[in-house]
């Protein structure tokens, strides 16, 4: 079956620190892979988006790398905040009309 | 300011009702959709509309009725054949319908629908 796998556990880091999430996938092949930002009882917010055939992207502070190869991305928060303080879902775009999301990951910074 | 208004931001529902979530979007955007959200799961489609007065089923279709009969607007009803409707749907549109285009969606701020 289609499956994104994105690690169901909270991820903990401190301020300054490096967060990094994985966003696993298996029988898609898709044309793009988008992260998106969801703060709690709101509307997920786009971030970044990468194609298939880029293996990696940066925007300010966040880093997304794609291996098609291993079917995953990582996505990486430099310096992080307490502000970065959120969910963050990863999806698969497979040129089509349907764009699929795994369940997120809940990242805390502490200050 | 452009963007996607979802309305209510929270209903009531008394089992055997329908309610119908609004979602207004003024960013001229071809393709609207609407998802539900629960916890510990990824965001299902239930239905999408590519243009006026054409909309097609997601995966989760099933006890859902939307319209598009404004370019702006993509109403969802929750019937009373939906058995488990308690969730948080998002409403979301994207710049062109079909395989162009990136595929980034923009979402509305979410109705919280609780079945009483």
């Known amino acids: 079956s289609q499956k994104i796998e994105q690690n169901s556990e909270a991820l903990n880091i401190q301020e300054g620190k490096t967060a990094t999430l994985t966003c696993n996938y298996t029988?898609?092949?898709?044309?793009?892979l988008q992260w998106y930002r969801q703060d709690p009882g709101r509307g997920p917010v786009f971030l970044l988006l990468i194609r298939e055939n880029e293996k990696e992207k940066r925007k300010e502070r966040l880093k997304v790398t794609f291996d098609t190869t291993l079917k995953q991305s990582l996505f990486h928060i430099t310096a992080s905040q307490p502000a970065d303080s959120a969910t963050y879902l990863c999806?698969?775009?497979?040129?089509?009309?349907?764009?699929?999301f795994g369940a997120g990951t809940r990242l805390f910074v502490k200050a | 300011d452009g963007g996607i208004t979802q309305s209510p931001k929270y209903l009531f529902r008394k089992e055997g009702q329908n309610v119908t979530l609004s979602c207004e979007q003024n960013l001229n955007h071809d393709a609207m959709y609407w998802y539900r959200q629960d916890p510990g799961q990824g965001l299902r489609l239930i239905y999408y509309?590519?243009?006026?007065?054409?909309?097609q089923k997601g995966d989760i279709a099933e006890g859902y009725s939307v319209s598009r009969e404004k370019k702006e607007s993509f109403p969802l009803t929750v019937t009373s054949a939906q058995k488990n409707p308690t969730a948080f749907y998002l409403c979301?549109?994207?710049?062109?319908?079909?395989?162009?285009?990136?595929?980034?969606?923009?979402f509305g701020e979410g109705s919280r629908l609780t079945v009483l």
């Open positions: 029988n898609y092949s898709p044309a793009y």
């Open positions: 999806a698969l775009h497979t040129g089509g009309f349907k764009t699929i």
């Open positions: 509309s590519q243009i006026v007065n054409d909309f």
């Open positions: 979301a549109s994207s710049i062109r319908a079909g395989g162009a285009g990136t595929g980034e969606l923009f």
